[in-house]
């Protein structure tokens, strides 16, 4: 399984994984995966965000199948 092939799927679930961390309180652990995300959004849209800048929809748009 190569996983260039699936990394906007990557990208999305470690945004999520971070949230749910950010949420239930485990900031470290929610600062890594939101940085991985954000660093694979990166290489995906070739664009220049911050990590709080992202949002869900963002990560929504990569994966075609959630985009609407």
Known sequence: MDPNVHKSEI????F???KLFEASGKTQKASIALRV???LWKEITKKDRDVKSLAMEDFDGLVAFWSR
């Open 37 to 39: 995300a954000t660093r």
């Open 16 to 18: 999520l994984k971070g």
């Open 11 to 14: 990208a999305r679930t470690t």
